[in-house]
């Protein structure tokens, strides 16, 4: 059934449009060309200027932008980042709102105009590169939504360039919605999902649009797994379990983590399953969720998750 969103996610925006971010480090302003338009992007700045760095892109929501998804997830990203002396948080900004994903039956302007987001991307990790003048990088991808489905587009055509990546709110898109060439190769992979996500079926089926539009299928949470899964040398196996303390009996939600590997290889597959969740970056810094949105969990913190997964592979 279609569901408009658009009204509710217009008021969301302007009522949220506030800082939130008094503690956390702060982020600087950036912009290079690519196909002749300026893309912009925000990243905070490293403690030092010399060795190894790390690099995590945040990529934001369908109708997001750099700054809001900042005031989302920043005050725990950014945090997180001042207490590692060579990280770097990058929130770049979408074409006109959104992510030249993988699927096909997407609508907005950033697939009908095939926006080069994955060239912008790149460019940006060669940019920092070079103003800092770091030796080498561990580059990771994190994104919500539009931005998560972008992540399993530089997990399908560009995996080289990266260690890891993390997804909320997003499962892959079935085979004649996607329209990548994936690369068949195996990365390290953490699929945060809500069991009532209103947004991203978590088993499986189609998505709408806040605009009203559809934008195709998607696989089920387990059958995203099992793709990741499929992928690793030899043969997967569960490596651990971890039960999230309920801390917050009223939000009437749980959430569970399962993480594989397979022997001699330092990938992993991890799922993360907010029962009852809903369509959330869940974290202690942003409550003010809109309702249509689902049920939001308030006993995890998915920066300080995502960040933790980072540092185990």
Not at 234 to 256: F, I, Q, W
């Amino acid at each position: 059934m279609m569901k408009n969103y658009t009204s509710n996610a217009v008021l969301w925006l302007f009522a949220i449009a506030m800082p939130i971010m008094m503690n956390a480090q702060m982020s600087y302003v950036d912009s290079l060309k690519v196909d002749d338009k300026v893309r912009f992007f925000k990243y905070t700045k490293p403690k030092e200027n010399s060795g190894k760095a790390k690099i995590v892109f945040v990529l934001h929501g369908s109708g997001m932008s750099m700054d809001f998804m900042e005031e989302v997830v920043g005050g725990q990203f950014n945090t997180l980042a001042l207490q590692d002396s060579n990280t770097i948080i990058v929130y770049p900004e979408g074409h006109k709102g959104n992510w030249n994903d993988c699927r096909a039956k997407a609508t907005y302007p950033a697939k009908l105009e095939n926006s080069n987001d994955v060239t912008f991307l790149l460019d940006i990790k060669k940019r920092l590169k070079r103003k800092f003048d770091f030796d080498d990088l561990d580059v990771y991808a994190v994104g919500y939504s539009n931005g998560g489905h972008m992540c399993f587009k530089l997990a399908k055509v560009a995996s080289s360039e990266f260690k890891g990546f993390a997804v909320v709110g997003a499962n892959l898109p079935v085979s004649d919605n996607d329209d990548c060439t994936s690369s068949h190769k195996a990365v390290s992979m953490l699929l945060i999902n809500g069991t009532t996500d209103p947004i991203n079926p978590y088993g499986g089926g189609e998505v709408w649009s806040g605009d009203g539009q559809t934008r195709g299928c998607v696989m089920s949470l387990e059958a995203t797994r099992d793709y990741w899964l499929s992928l690793l040398p030899g043969e997967s196996k569960l490596e651990s379990k971890l039960d999230y303390e309920d801390t917050y009996p009223r939000d009437n939600s749980r959430a569970v983590q399962r993480t594989y590997s397979s022997f001699g290889s330092s990938i992993k597959i991890s799922t993360l399953e907010i029962m009852n969740g809903g369509h959330h970056f869940a974290n202690p810094d942003f409550k003010d969720w809109p309702h249509y949105l689902g049920n939001l969990n308030r006993d995890v913190n998915l920066p300080e998750i995502i960040m933790t997964f980072f540092e185990s592979i």
